[in-house]
């Protein structure tokens, strides 16, 4: 058997062989995110909204009601944000958990800096 060497190199998912696959191959590896569960995900964002509200002062209930007083908007928007962006989260499962619409979300997500 002779050695091998990188022309050989080759995946049936691309078409092309040696270097260029080896390349596409660590770009893929490199863009993958881990996998998480929708249930895993959704206890990460009660914790995020729990901990953050702890830290400004703000109770889950307070978050549940949907109200529009002092920080709560901005600390919403930020949330949001970050449920849907970093813990991959959908709208809807987010304006669940903040207590508010899911065109809220939306509107929150898309304003630059999140607020």
Do not use: K, Y
Not at 25 to 45: G, K, T, W
Not at 77 to 92: D, F, H, I, K, R
Not at 97 to 104: E, L, M, N, P
């Amino acid at each position: 058997m002779r050695p091998r060497t990188p022309a050989d190199v080759t995946d049936a998912r691309i078409l092309g062989h040696g270097d260029f696959v080896e390349q596409i191959l660590r770009e893929a590896d490199a863009n993958q995110r881990p996998c998480v569960f929708p249930a895993e995900r959704a206890q990460r964002a009660e914790r995020t909204i729990r901990t953050t509200g702890a830290r400004a002062g703000i109770t889950p209930d307070e978050h549940a009601a949907g109200s529009r007083r002092g920080p709560l908007p901005a600390l919403r928007a930020t949330l949001a944000t970050e449920c849907v962006t970093t813990l991959g989260l959908s709208l809807a499962e987010v304006a669940r958990q903040i207590g508010v619409t899911t065109s809220a979300i939306s509107r929150a997500v898309r304003r630059p800096g999140g607020e």
